[in-house]
């Protein structure tokens, strides 16, 4: 769903650029209560991630295809704040790198594509697992109908943003009903992979999981004929607990899927690509601003095994953004320490 240059006016996008900046603004604020000392090293790593798994587009319908957005598999991850940093973060490494995206498109995409789909997600998310059971299988569950949900609402978001500033003249409501359409099945392609990554995760790490924090019941013993709580069991520091092995492991998937498994990916034109080609919303489109780029497109400039070059441009992409994505972590977790510092807090008592 990246939307290029020339879809939208240019009034439009500054106003949708002010609306990112000021989302975008807000997540820097808000992570820093999030990225402690288990999110702060795997947030980079889960921008990486959602770089990685966007190039494996799936088919979805007749010449068509769609790909993770991934706002809900951030959310749930790392923490909504956080999350639309770390899709924020992918975007901005795609349209500058890889001409994937327009530039004056970017505020469109970040609202669309990281806000409303981690908004979204995160909420319904949040309401589903405190109505069902407390248990790891409630996680997944909710991750897949929040992952879901997000795709369509996305689709719709950039339907509303095009009514406002479309650059052609087209019926809005057929543009609506395509959209939503395609991207309800691409939404369950989504919501697969958000669930798949999520109980992956939690089945090794759960303490890692930022979603699936305090939601673990405890157990019950009966005494007397009534149900009691279990002791609490030590807890293990978390600085004993690495998370090398997690980091490690998603690192290497990361390089692997963009590496060698894009290859495999579908070439069919993705959902908005598909919906503005039926519909004719395409008219207008420029050509992108880093379309020299030597990344563009996805490929590395020189060579011609298509194979080996987007294998490697992939691989490129992955470590410049896990480098990017680990660094605004680290930095808003930094500015976190540093305003919570002993003197602080003596200060204040």
């Given at each position: 769903?990246?939307?290029?240059?020339?879809?939208?006016?240019?009034?439009?996008?500054?106003?949708?650029g002010?609306?990112?900046a000021?989302?975008?603004?807000?997540?820097?604020?808000?992570?820093?209560?999030?990225?402690d000392?288990?999110?702060?090293?795997?947030?980079?790593?889960?921008?990486?991630?959602?770089?990685?798994?966007q190039?494996?587009?799936?088919?979805?319908?007749?010449g068509?295809?769609?790909?993770?957005?991934g706002?809900?598999?951030?959310?749930?991850?790392?923490?909504?704040?956080?999350?639309?940093?770390?899709?924020?973060?992918?975007?901005?490494?795609?349209?500058?790198?890889?001409?994937?995206?327009?530039?004056?498109?970017?505020?469109?995409?970040?609202?669309?594509?990281?806000?409303?789909?981690?908004?979204?997600?995160?909420?319904?998310?949040?309401?589903?697992?405190?109505?069902?059971?407390?248990?790891?299988?409630?996680?997944?569950?909710?991750?897949?109908?929040?992952?879901?949900?997000s795709?369509?609402?996305?689709?719709?978001?950039?339907?509303l943003v095009?009514?406002?500033?479309?650059?052609?003249?087209?019926?809005?409501?057929q543009?609506?009903?395509?959209?939503?359409?395609?991207?309800?099945?691409?939404?369950?392609?989504?919501?697969?992979?958000?669930a798949?990554?999520?109980?992956?995760?939690?089945?090794?790490?759960?303490?890692?999981?930022?979603?699936?924090?305090?939601?673990t019941?405890?157990?019950?013993?009966?005494?007397?004929?009534?149900?009691?709580?279990?002791?609490?069991?030590?807890?293990v520091?978390?600085?004993?607990?690495?998370q090398?092995?997690?980091?490690?492991?998603?690192?290497?998937?990361?390089?692997?899927?963009?590496?060698?498994?894009?290859?495999?990916?579908?070439?069919?034109?993705?959902?908005?690509?598909?919906?503005?080609?039926?519909?004719?919303?395409?008219?207008?489109?420029?050509?992108?601003?880093?379309?020299?780029?030597?990344?563009?497109?996805?490929?590395?400039?020189?060579?011609?095994?298509?194979?080996?070059?987007?294998?490697?441009?992939?691989?490129?992409?992955?470590?410049?953004?896990?480098?990017?994505?680990?660094?605004?972590?680290?930095?808003?977790?930094?500015?976190?320490?540093?305003?919570?510092?002993?003197?602080?807090v003596?200060?204040?008592?």
């Amino acid at each position: 769903m990246h939307v290029p240059d020339g879809f939208i006016n240019a009034p439009v996008s500054v106003a949708t650029g002010v609306v990112a900046a000021a989302a975008v603004a807000v997540s820097l604020r808000g992570a820093r209560r999030e990225l402690d000392e288990r999110t702060a090293p795997l947030a980079g790593l889960v921008a990486a991630f959602i770089f990685a798994v966007q190039m494996l587009n799936f088919p979805v319908a007749a010449g068509t295809s769609g790909h993770l957005l991934g706002g809900a598999l951030a959310a749930i991850l790392v923490g909504p704040f956080t999350g639309v940093l770390c899709v924020s973060v992918v975007l901005l490494m795609q349209g500058i790198l890889f001409a994937d995206g327009g530039l004056t498109a970017l505020g469109v995409n970040i609202t669309v594509m990281a806000v409303v789909t981690t908004v979204v997600a995160y909420t319904v998310f949040r309401g589903l697992v405190k109505l069902l059971p407390k248990k790891r299988r409630s996680i997944t569950v909710s991750a897949f109908v929040a992952a879901m949900l997000s795709v369509p609402a996305a689709a719709a978001a950039f339907t509303l943003v095009y009514a406002i500033g479309g650059t052609t003249d087209v019926p809005i409501g057929q543009v609506l009903t395509a959209m939503v359409g395609v991207h309800t099945l691409i939404g369950i392609g989504e919501a697969a992979i958000t669930a798949l990554t999520v109980g992956a995760v939690i089945a090794v790490r759960p303490d890692l999981v930022y979603g699936a924090r305090g939601l673990t019941a405890p157990l019950k013993l009966r005494v007397g004929g009534k149900l009691v709580d279990t002791p609490a069991a030590e807890p293990v520091p978390v600085a004993a607990r690495s998370q090398r092995p997690v980091w490690l492991a998603g690192l290497a998937a990361s390089l692997v899927l963009a590496g060698f498994v894009s290859f495999y990916a579908s070439a069919n034109p993705d959902g908005l690509e598909r919906v503005a080609a039926d519909k004719g919303i395409d008219a207008k489109v420029e050509d992108h601003a880093a379309a020299d780029s030597p990344l563009a497109d996805y490929g590395v400039e020189g060579l011609t095994n298509s194979r080996i070059s987007g294998g490697l441009a992939g691989m490129i992409g992955v470590g410049v953004t896990v480098v990017a994505g680990t660094g605004v972590f680290w930095a808003v977790r930094k500015r976190r320490t540093s305003e919570t510092s002993p003197s602080q807090v003596g200060e204040s008592v």
